[in-house]
């Protein structure tokens, strides 16, 4: 079966940071345009960065710039989401997915495949 899987999750405080993961299982990302979204409770999923196959084009969302980075790692086909001066309202559940169109828009969710089972982030003192 084809799917991505995350990881990296966990609890932190405001202001610290994690590294979140995604890997493919069952094909290559390499190629792929990769999203990461998150979905809060409560809250419809939104999407959070993207990254291009080239591993250079990248799109954030307004409300993350300048805090998350996003990465592909080619040697270990994976590709991260770095999260950096965290807020409460940055808790919620990770997912990534692949872009089939490879184009990066991340407000056309339907053209996202491969959706994993999503990694917890939850930004408490």
């Known amino acids: 079966q084809l799917q991505v899987v995350e990881s990296g999750g966990g609890l932190v405080q405001p202001g610290g940071s994690l590294r979140l993961s995604c890997a493919a299982s069952?094909?290559?990302?390499?190629?792929?345009?990769i999203g990461w979204f998150r979905q809060a409770p409560g809250k419809e999923r939104e999407g959070v960065s993207c990254i291009r196959s080239d591993g250079v084009t990248t799109t954030y969302a307004d409300s993350i710039k300048g805090r998350f980075t996003i990465s592909r790692d080619k040697a270990n086909d994976a590709v991260y989401l770095q999260l950096g001066s965290l807020k409460a309202e940055d808790t919620a559940t990770y997912y990534c997915a692949v872009d089939m169109t490879g184009m990066c828009e991340l407000r056309w969710q339907y053209r996202f495949r491969y959706w994993g089972q999503g990694t917890q982030v939850t930004v408490s003192s």
């Open positions: 069952g094909f290559t990302l390499d190629g792929y345009a």
